[in-house]
């Protein structure tokens, strides 16, 4: 069929679709329904697009079309199946993203059939579950929330939509390979709507879900199975955690940025040694919590982790395992050690450091400083934060006997690591003064309800940006010992 024959199609197909569900919400269907029936039966056009077109710039012109149609159509409210709020754009971005991906992976049709069916089916799915059978609620973007079991959908459906189309559109790939992408297929789904509100995730999910299908049959099938594993781990331990208190909503995604390739490319070694950490970070959080407690009220970020303290502790480990799998070269490896041995000596040291008897002292100065102080330093802390940085060399020895003779060397990265952040922490990092109880503190509103004001460091310089520096320097000195 020629293109021409294809775009008259096209829009008698849609204007058919839409006809239907205006026509049955008239009649007395409900107005999430009749939505839901036309989001499915438009989405489900791009299996014409693929067979019927020849031209991807004419394939992509019906939705073009939609978008500036829909837009008329939503802010003039002309059809009451598909009304939403004003600020909800879903109906005009669902068809952008559908062009786009119809634009830039033509030539990967299975990048381009998962990624709109990833929200044709997956998102209608999730909606429908979340609505009904949705109890275990979360936070996300903007205040909204969204349930357990509606992401569990988005998850499901985006699993079994990906496994049919590389099944049936993708060249042949080893069924390991088609697993490990269809699982990273149908995690990076999940996380992209799980944060998409006002209609955004109509944007989000097929783009995020087609350039990973194309990255994936693309630049890295070889990579697939170790990914797919790790998305599978990572996202299994970050809602066990979010369960427990753990890590906050945001911090579940941040446990699976990071948790991804480091248990996906980093190995035994790397997936173990952040296992160790989390396991054992968690665990000191919750130990002697009534005595640290008046201690921790002036801290930034306590006890639960969120996404930005995921970042900050994992990402530089993250993107070493990145380039561990790409180059081969160990003193990848080192790095992804050497960073994740910095957080857990950081981490133990503020954990139990804060319980030593004696005051700490200011690493610049040496004077004594109240507990809890940024920059300060104690034995007990020191101590702590050696053990710390052992326990991921003890673990990556373990996981990889070679690591056993390496193993001063990662806990050496991770002393440094820690260092760095006690000397960033008394010299850059903003602290704060709360003039009501006279004490510093890492918080702009201080525990007592009062307005603190910047009393040493610079106000861009966070915890958070403190430690992923303290990472960074922990993953160099891994990266050199090796």
Request: aromatic fraction near 8%; include cysteine.
């Amino acid at each position: 069929m020629g293109d021409l024959w294809a775009l008259v199609l096209a829009f008698a197909y849609v204007g058919a679709v839409v006809a239907v569900g205006e026509g049955a919400h008239r009649l007395g269907l409900s107005r999430p329904v009749a939505r839901k029936v036309i989001h499915v039966g438009v989405g489900l056009w791009i299996i014409g697009t693929v067979l019927l077109f020849e031209s991807r710039y004419l394939a992509a012109v019906p939705a073009l079309v939609s978008v500036a149609a829909n837009y008329v159509i939503h802010r003039r409210r002309l059809l009451g199946s598909v009304a939403a709020e004003a600020e909800n754009l879903g109906t005009v971005w669902f068809p952008v993203s559908f062009a786009l991906l119809v634009l830039f992976a033509w030539d990967e049709p299975a990048a381009l059939v998962g990624g709109v069916l990833a929200m044709t089916v997956g998102d209608a799915l999730a909606s429908t579950v979340g609505l009904r059978w949705g109890r275990r609620q979360y936070a996300t973007l903007g205040g909204r929330t969204k349930s357990l079991e509606g992401s569990l959908a988005m998850f499901g459906a985006t699993l079994l939509t990906t496994l049919a189309t590389l099944w049936v559109v993708a060249p042949p790939l080893p069924p390991a390979a088609q697993a490990g992408l269809a699982v990273l297929a149908a995690v990076a789904a999940a996380c992209a709507e799980s944060v998409g509100i006002k209609g955004r995730d109509n944007l989000w999910v097929p783009l995020g879900t087609g350039l990973l299908l194309w990255a994936g049959l693309r630049l890295f099938p070889h990579l697939l199975p170790g990914l797919g594993a790790g998305a599978a781990l990572s996202a299994a331990i970050g809602l066990l955690a979010w369960r427990k208190r753990s890590l906050s909503p945001s911090g579940t995604l941040g446990a699976i940025l990071t948790g991804t390739p480091l248990f996906g490319l980093g190995g035994w070694a790397g997936g173990l040694a952040l296992v160790a950490f989390f396991v054992s970070g968690s665990a000191l959080s919750h130990l002697f919590r009534d005595r640290k407690a008046p201690v921790e009220a002036d801290f930034a970020k306590t006890g639960t982790r969120d996404l930005g303290q995921a970042l900050a502790n994992g990402g530089v480990a993250a993107a070493a395992a990145v380039g561990y799998a790409v180059s081969g070269d160990p003193a990848w490896m080192g790095a992804v050690l050497g960073g994740i041995a910095a957080a857990s000596a950081d981490t133990w040291a503020t954990e139990l450091g804060v319980l030593s008897r004696t005051a700490p002292r200011m690493v610049t100065t040496f004077r004594e400083v109240p507990p809890g102080t940024s920059g300060a330093v104690s034995l007990t802390g020191t101590l702590a934060g050696l053990g710390g940085a052992a326990l991921v060399g003890l673990v990556a020895a373990l996981a990889d006997p070679v690591w056993w003779r390496l193993m001063p060397w990662v806990a050496a990265a991770g002393i440094a690591g820690a260092f760095a952040d006690s000397l960033l922490g008394a010299t850059v990092q903003a602290v704060y003064w709360c003039p009501r109880c006279g004490k510093e503190t890492e918080r702009t509103l201080h525990g007592c309800g009062s307005t603190t004001r910047l009393h040493r460091g610079l106000p861009a310089v966070s915890n958070d940006l403190v430690n992923l520096a303290a990472t960074l320097v922990g993953a160099a000195a891994g990266f050199l010992a090796v």
